[in-house]
C-alpha cells in the first residue's frame, strides 16, 4: 500500500500516512524516498503555504515496524552497520524531509503517535490533537534507544524533566496530559479534528508565501544562533521582505480596513 496519500487545495497540502489496517507504521523499504519526494515538491511549489501531516484509521502512527524489527527484515536486519544505514537511508530520510519542509506544518493526531510516530508528529511546528490521540516515546520498553532524533526535539517541546520522564519509563499519556505538557496546543473532538487543521491552515496560508517561509526559517535558525546573529538574520531578511509587492498589499488592506490579498510578489 502507498505510504502517503497527498491532497492540495487553498494553498494546504495534506499528507496523509496511508496504512491504516496495521496503525500505520514506518520503515519499509522506500518510505524515506516517498517522504522526501514529497517535501521537495512541496518545497519548490510556492502556491503550497502550508502542510498537515495526519494518519488514516485509528492512529496517527505507532511508529516503526515491530513485525519488520522480530523478523529483523528491512531497515531492521543485517548487521550493526548495515542497521545503522538503514535509519539513515530510509527512517531518518523521513525525518530529515519533514524537518526540511519550509512551509509551516500542523501535525493533527488523530489517534497514538507512538515512538517514531511521536517525533514525526514533535517535527510539525504546530500540534493539535483528537481527543482519543494517546503519546508515548516507549523504546526503552523494546530494549532500544530513541533512534530517531526524539531525544533532540522533545526536550525542547515539554522541558527535559518531562521528557526524561517519557523516555525513561516508556509511559503513554493521554490527548489531555499532553496538552498540560504543552505537547500540544488544542485538543479537539475526533470527528472536528480535521476541520479544526484546516481552519487553522487556511490561517496560516493566508499570510504572505515569502515572509512565512522566511519567518519559520528565522525561528529554526533561532535555536542555535545568539540574540545579536538571530537580529542581523532578521535585519537583513526585514530588508528583502520590505520590497516586496506583498507588503505593500498588506499596508494598503490594513489602512483600507480590509482582509489582504496576498499574492507571492
Known sequence: MTLLTIDTADHVTTLTLNRPDTMNPLGAAGDGDAFATACDAINADMDVRCVILTGAGRAFSAGGDIKAMKERT????????????????????????????????????????????CDLACLADMRIASDRAKFGVTFLKLGIIPGDGGTWILPRIIGEARAAELFYTGDVIDAATALDWGLVSRVVEGEALMDEAHALAAKVAAMPPHALRQAKNLMRQGRSVGYDTALEMAANTQALMHLTEDHMEGIDALLEKRAPKFSGQ
Open 74 to 117: 528491512g531497515t531492521f536486519g543485517g548487521t550493526a552497520p548495515e542497521i545503522s544505514d538503514g535509519y539513515r537511508n530510509n527512517i531518518h530520510k523521513v525525518l530529515r524531509a519533514l524537518y526540511g519542509l519550509r512551509v509551516p506544518l500542523i501535525a493533527a493526531v488523530n489517534g497514538p503517535a507512538i515512538g517514531l510516530g
